[in-house]
């Protein structure tokens, strides 16, 4: 795990130590971190973790604070929503035994990582990068639902059905198949769709007169 006293940005290959299950350093010069059962007890139990992260991210703190649901209101969210992500309440101090990290573990169960009220956020991964990104993404979902909650929101959420989808990476034309949506052409929202009288009322605003009438009903997009 990465040596204690460096910051994220600071880590180099001589900053890391190699930490047994119960704490002792077995390779590196480095200090260990007082929460390393965060990480062993997970990777313990987790055998398709090959990396974990904790760190006390601003946002995710802030939200884990207000106890509601994490909601897929945008693209990051569906990584942590339906199911909700874990939280791991049985302290917010620091996780500094076995006993702790093997609740955390069991609280992240088979899921991508939990949030810790008063404290911070764990993610997993196959690899480094995996385990990063899932904090970075979940770090911006709250993010984005601190914002849409200041704002007197939400209102509107991903449903279960979207949110699976979007956790699998199906392609968006896919989904709208799958879903039987009507797709819009031209990428238009019909609700979004200016209507001709508009754009009469534009062009002579502009004083572009040249344009005809076909080109107008062209703009309108014959939405389905
Ligand atoms: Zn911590």
């Given at each position: 795990m990465k040596a204690a006293g460096w910051g994220f940005e600071e880590v180099t290959a001589e900053r890391v130590v190699?930490?047994?299950?119960?704490?002792?350093?077995?390779?590196?010069?480095g200090a260990r971190h007082i929460e390393y059962p965060i990480h062993s007890e997970v990777m313990k139990r987790r055998p398709d973790v090959g990396a974990?992260?904790?760190?006390?991210?601003?946002?995710s703190v802030a939200f884990a604070?207000?106890?509601?649901?994490?909601?897929?209101?945008?693209h990051d969210g569906a990584w942590f929503a339906e199911p909700d992500i874990a939280r791991f309440s049985a302290t917010g101090s620091l996780v500094r035994t076995a006993e702790l990290?093997?609740?955390l573990a069991c609280?992240?169960?088979d899921g991508p990582g939990c949030l810790i009220p008063n404290h911070g956020l764990v993610t997993v991964g196959a690899s480094v990068a995996e385990a990063v990104m899932g904090a970075v993404v979940l770090e911006r979902a709250c993010k984005v639902q601190l914002a849409a909650m200041a704002a007197g929101g939400p209102q509107v959420w991903s449903d279960k059905e979207e949110v699976e989808l979007?956790?699998?990476?199906v392609d968006a034309g896919t989904d709208q198949r799958r879903l039987r949506l009507p797709v819009p052409r031209c990428g238009r929202r019909p609700q979004?769709?200016?209507?001709?009288?508009?754009?009469?009322?534009?062009?002579?605003?502009?004083?572009?007169?040249a344009r005809r009438d076909t080109d107008l009903r062209e703009d309108v997009g014959e939405v389905a």
């Open positions: 190699l930490v047994s299950d119960d704490g002792e350093v077995l390779a590196g010069t974990v992260v904790h760190t006390h991210a601003l946002s604070s207000l106890d509601v649901p994490l909601r897929a209101l945008s990290g093997a609740a609280a992240i169960g979007k956790q699998r990476g979004l769709a200016p209507r001709l009288d508009e754009l009469v009322f534009e062009r002579e605003r502009r004083g572009a007169g």
